[in-house]
């Protein structure tokens, strides 16, 4: 075998470390992009398929064969690694040496798409050439020229094999593997000049602004040490200390300097995202040369679905017909983009006639900086891979972690319904055996009630509900996950068919999905919920949900992946709660930072004349209403009031109309869409006078910046605690009798500390800027204890009220100082 003696240029001097599975998913990929059902059985069942046929192997094979060569391609030295399925040692002159590569399937060999199949024999021939490789430094080698290879392709339907096997030269298997690592290269060179342009510019960076505002600088470089030594970093920064520059900047500020590879920033809301495109935008302006990439949901970016093309007669996207022939091109265009976001991509894949979301996860290796939402790192079903492999020192910036352990906690719960599943069998009449599938999960739900009624011999009128732990697997409904099993196997067989489901149930398999997925996850913090509703026209609804009661050790697995994790807010607090939220190291270091604003700013009144507990709010709404129209004529203005529900919110907007009735409030409505909601957000400019109802938690409490005069004051009805459920009653139960940290208060955990978490988020809305001026008004006589005064913000200077005369008095003072 020749070798290459190209004279290597300065970044090729040190080894190319590549994987064989990247090599191949790179440059081995041609043909369609094949459909894929979303979940995990067919990876549990392709497990399970690979250790069997592996146990049976030949005496003298090995399993999983690890494979290292080093090679010399186009003047770069690469270091190929991977392991095979099955090694079979040569045991005659006339037979090679075996390797063996276990695919699993739903049909005939013969009938997978043929892209599949290449996919699947590159992946082999390389394994192949790099075992001929590494034998050749091996003292013993015969000088062999020739190799078997074989798929093992393993039917889960027939549970059969169809072996498929061929020889191969090595001058064969050469040119296969030069071809692919070719082109590999070619691309890593481009990615290696825009990576040295990206750390020269990185530290020469200077801040993008004058000067650090109050506590900045030690956020940043809080948040530097973290990303330059690893581990975990937790920052409350309150409202306008500028978190996302203060700790984008020390990250960028490490790329440059190589102590992270690629840095993953996460938020919830798309105003989150917002500022970091223009964070980024303004550092771009200072010099810097970096690639973001921004990921939009797929229901909100997929072409079929915002009506931009239509699938063909075989109900298939033509967009992802020979999408890896034409994917090149257009992840060559994309290749140091400044700002990838999804109009920019889904430009470009308009323009060659790709899915945009499938693209932007292929060009996910190929940027500086990704942001996207918390699911794609967290969540079990749709988490990106890409983004978690252990190749790379990856730092995850968490914004607004405050809310990451509730999401989390719905990320790792899952539910089936009687109904919902009822409606996805009768869309299904036109595949009969899915039909079936589904209504024996419909059964097998039937049947677990029954089994509940008779294990506890209790009723409780039109509703039941039954709790069990999920830690035994005699507790656990082991023929409800049967019987979806063996729905989403049959999913999976119609995909491989290339046919797909009805469309009518893609939201039901999603569901589907979750269940299978979080049943195999389950641990103690799960409890299982089977709950019954009888409906007047004598059907029954049926719910069996899988409760995560606490995601902290699930948060802390996907850590794992990341060299350094910065978490951080304006609202984390207490620690100790915070901590045990989002399974966080104990040790790690915990910074608090003061306001960088004048206490002056807010005027905080506190005003425990008025009771908003559930079985006094009767009593409490004309005092609602009568301190709302004090406030909004203390000073012409835009003002918000939060409240805990909208039931309150009504009562309350009503007898408001009957008072003052030359006074109109804007409410929100529940379930609003983004137009709803952009509308309400409209009434708040400058020079407006808008009195606004909403939703203590929801979308205009948190993540809006309502700078200078579009909000000039915040009423807070309530302390925000949630209401009460069962599900709420069993987190609250959970940590009272928590094992590991005796003396937790429950009550605390469950309802106080994170009603306060709403409380402080949505009084960060009044003061964003160093111009800003307004008052908070807090509403319920409990804000006067002990327990919620511990937790108010050091820069909060409370005047207490016992009147609304007095409120009136404290506000006309507070509005007659000079700014």
């Known amino acids: 075998m020749s070798e290459d003696t190209t004279t290597t240029t300065d970044h090729d001097t040190a080894p190319l470390q590549l994987p064989v599975r990247e090599l191949v998913a790179f440059a081995c990929r041609r043909g369609d992009l094949i459909g894929e059902p979303t979940g995990g059985p067919t990876a549990r069942e392709g497990i399970r398929a690979h250790r069997k046929l592996q146990k049976q192997r030949p005496a003298g094979s090995e399993a999983e064969y690890r494979l290292q060569a080093r090679w010399h391609c186009d003047g770069q030295e690469v270091l190929l690694s991977g392991r095979v399925d099955i090694l079979h040692p040569q045991t005659d002159l006339h037979r090679p040496v075996q390797l063996d590569e276990i695919k699993t399937t739903y049909r005939p060999p013969a009938q997978l798409p043929e892209s599949a199949r290449q996919l699947h024999w590159a992946q082999l021939k390389i394994y192949g050439f790099c075992y001929l490789l590494q034998q050749r430094d091996e003292p013993d080698n015969i000088g062999d020229d020739r190799i078997a290879l074989q798929m093992l392709w393993h039917n889960l339907k027939e549970k059969k094999n169809h072996p498929e096997r061929h020889e191969f030269t090595r001058s064969e298997l050469e040119a296969f593997a030069r071809a692919a690592v070719s082109e590999y290269l070619q691309w890593h060179r481009h990615w290696h000049r825009h990576r040295q342009r990206l750390r020269v510019s990185a530290r020469s960076l200077d801040f993008p602004f004058a000067d650090y505002r109050p506590g900045q600088r030690q ?41 992270v590879d690629q840095l993953i920033y996460l938020t919830a809301k798309n105003s989150g995202r917002q500022v970091v495109r223009e964070t980024t935008e303004r550092l771009q302006d200072k010099g810097l040369t970096l690639s973001l990439l921004e990921i939009q949901a797929r229901d909100k970016t997929c072409a079929c679905r915002l009506g931009l093309c239509s699938r063909d007669a075989d109900g298939i996207c033509p967009r992802t017909r020979g999408f890896f022939d034409r994917l090149p091109e257009a992840r060559r265009q994309l290749l140091g983009e400044p700002l990838l976001t999804p109009p920019v991509v889904a430009r470009v894949a308009d323009r060659w006639q790709l899915c945009p979301f499938e693209l932007s996860l292929q060009m996910l290796p190929w940027v500086d900086l990704v942001v996207c939402d918390f699911n794609y790192i967290f969540d079990p079903l749709v988490r990106l891979t890409a983004l978690q492999d252990g190749g790379q020192r990856r730092a995850l910036l968490v914004d607004e972690a405050h809310n990451l352990g509730d999401r989390a906690r719905s990320m790792y719960s899952a539910s089936l319904t009687r109904s919902d599943s009822r409606r996805a069998a009768a869309a299904s009449k036109a595949q009969p055996t899915l039909r079936r599938r589904i209504q024996s999960l419909v059964r097998a739900l039937d049947k677990w009630v029954v ?18 732990p999920a830690s035994g697997t005699e507790q656990r409904p082991e023929a409800v996950t049967r019987a979806a099993d063996k729905v989403a196997t049959q999913v999976n067989q119609l995909w491989e068919s290339s046919q797909s489901p009805p469309d009518a149930i893609a939201d039901w398999l999603k569901v589907l999905y979750r269940y299978l997925c979080i049943e195999q996850l389950m641990a103690e913090e799960h409890r299982c919920l089977t709950r019954t509703e009888n409906h007047p026209s004598r059907w029954q609804e049926q719910q069996l949900k899988l409760l995560c009661l606490n995601a902290a050790d699930y948060l802390q697995q ?3 992946s990341f060299h350094a994790v910065i978490a951080f807010s304006a609202t984390l607090r207490p620690a100790g709660y915070i901590y045990r939220q989002l399974g966080l190291q104990p040790q790690s270091p915990y910074l608090m930072l003061p306001s960088p604003f004048p206490p002056e700013q807010l ?21 609602l209403v009568d301190m ?29 109309a009957e008072r003052f009735p030359e006074i109109a409030p804007i409410q929100q409505q529940p379930g609003a869409g983004e137009q709803e909601r952009a509308a309400f957000l409209q009434h708040f400019r ?47 139960r959970a940590y009272d009798t928590d094992s590991e940290n005796p003396g937790s208060d429950g009550f605390d955990f469950a309802y106080r500390y994170p009603g306060m978490t709403r409380v402080l988020q949505t009084a960060g809305r009044v003061i964003r800027t160093e111009s800003d001026r307004g008052v908070l008004i807090l509403a319920d006589y409990r804000f006067d204890g002990p327990f919620y005064r511990a937790l108010y913000p050091d820069h909060w200077q409370t005047q207490t009220c016992n009147s609304g005369e007095a409120l009136s008095a404290g506000l006309s003072h507070f509005w007659a100082q000079d700014p």
């Open 219 to 259: 956020l940043a470089v809080a948040a530097y040490r973290c990303l330059r030594d690893g581990g975990e970093l937790v920052a409350e920064a309150p409202t306008g200390i500028g978190k996302t520059v203060s700790t984008l900047f020390p990250a960028i500020k490490a790329l440059g300097e190589e102590q």
């Open 686 to 732: 400058e020079g407006q006078r808008t009195l606004g109802f909403a939703i203590m938690g929801g979308v205009f409490g948190e993540g809006v910046d309502y700078v200078g005069e579009r909000l000039v004051g915040t009423i807070v009805v309530g302390v925000g605690l949630p209401q009460i459920s069962e599900e709420q009653e069993l987190l609250r």
């Open 558 to 560: 996907c850590y794992r």
């Open 603 to 623: 005027g905080v009144f506190l005003c425990p004349y008025v009771d908003t507990r559930y079985r006094a709010r009767h009593r409490a709404t004309d005092a």
């Open 451 to 468: 089994q509940r009624r008779r294990e506890t011999d209790a009723t409780h009128g039109d509703t039941e509900l039954w709790v069990t």
């Open 628 to 656: 709302v129209a004090r406030v909004y004529r203390s000073r012409p203005g835009n003002y918000l009031v939060f409240f805990p529900s909208y039931r309150f919110l009504r009562q309350v907007a009503e007898r408001f």
